[in-house]
């Protein structure tokens, strides 16, 4: 059977097949763009395996004609780790639903155009016990920020099961709490979804940003807002623990989309980091 669906990010109305226990995609971003995905991923292809074994990523999450490029740079560090990670932990903002804490969904699996991924539903189900987490839908069915990652992450591991977190309310030590409880070992991956700095001009949104790529670099988590990075409660929430554990943070990519589709009236800005300990 199939159902019409509005598309939360362009407004338009989409039909796709019903829902049953799995997470259609909320946005044609993902149905019209595979082509554009893999151009960007292949931009990437070049790019040698990280001497940093990577345990957290921080990519945007904007159309692949915009963030596509900063994006590959992230996930072409997971190359020299695909066969070990098999769970990835992906967190990233609420931006059409409010939300009082943090979302898991009821769905059993994430449909994309590279097929399905699997939900970790013991996973969610036992951090179901934070006070600040609830288990609903409607956050995650316009939500694009995790969505526009999974055709990356499908690319480049092997097999992996999902524990997708939206980000609504939350205090950024509810965050770092959640992501303790997720860490386990090398076989979990940490993917915050975050732009930069919205709608600035060109040369106000390069300071902007260099300056929010300085405090994530330096750990400063307290000097992040939603002025800064639209995810910034969980990029703010993954600092925390990654402080606390002692992992250094890499830049690998910073440019906004004056430098890749739009003009450079009102930008966005768009940046990738590793956190990692040395191989």
Not at 128 to 148: K, R
Not at 168 to 194: C, N
Request: glycine fraction near 8%; charge should be positive; hydrophobic fraction near 40%.
């Amino acid at each position: 059977m199939v159902i019409s669906r509005k598309c939360g990010k362009c407004q338009r109305t989409h039909e796709v097949p019903e829902r049953g226990r799995l997470r259609w995609p909320a946005c044609s971003i993902l149905a019209t763009q595979p082509a554009c995905k893999r151009k960007f991923w292949n931009s990437s292809a070049g790019a040698p395996p990280s001497k940093v074994m990577p345990k957290a990523l921080i990519a945007p999450h904007a159309g692949y004609v915009y963030s596509g490029r900063v994006a590959g740079a992230a996930f072409a560090k997971l190359r020299a780790s695909a066969q070990t990670i098999t769970r990835v932990v992906l967190i990233g903002p609420a931006h059409y639903v409010h939300l009082s804490g943090i979302a898991v969904p009821s769905v059993d699996a994430f449909e994309t155009p590279l097929g399905r991924v699997p939900v970790d539903t013991e996973a969610c189900s036992q951090i179901g016990g934070f006070e600040f987490v609830t288990q609903t839908d409607a956050p995650h069915e316009p939500e694009h920020s995790l969505e526009v990652e999974l055709p990356f992450l499908q690319s480049v591991l092997s097999f992996f099961q999902l524990v997708p977190l939206v980000v609504g309310d939350a205090a950024q030590q509810q965050v770092a709490q959640l992501l303790r409880q997720l860490w386990a070992g090398p076989e979990t991956l940490i993917v915050v979804s975050s732009d930069l700095s919205h709608y600035h001009s060109y040369a106000s949104a390069q300071r902007l940003d260099l300056s929010t790529a300085e405090a994530i670099e330096q750990g400063e988590w307290t000097s992040l807002s939603s002025s800064r990075a639209c995810g910034w409660v969980a990029v703010a929430g993954m600092l925390i623990e990654t402080r606390r554990r002692g992992l250094g943070g890499y830049r690998l990519a910073l440019c906004n989309s004056g430098d890749t589709a739009g003009s450079r009236d009102r930008v966005v800005g768009y940046g990738a980091w590793m956190f990692g300990e040395a191989a």
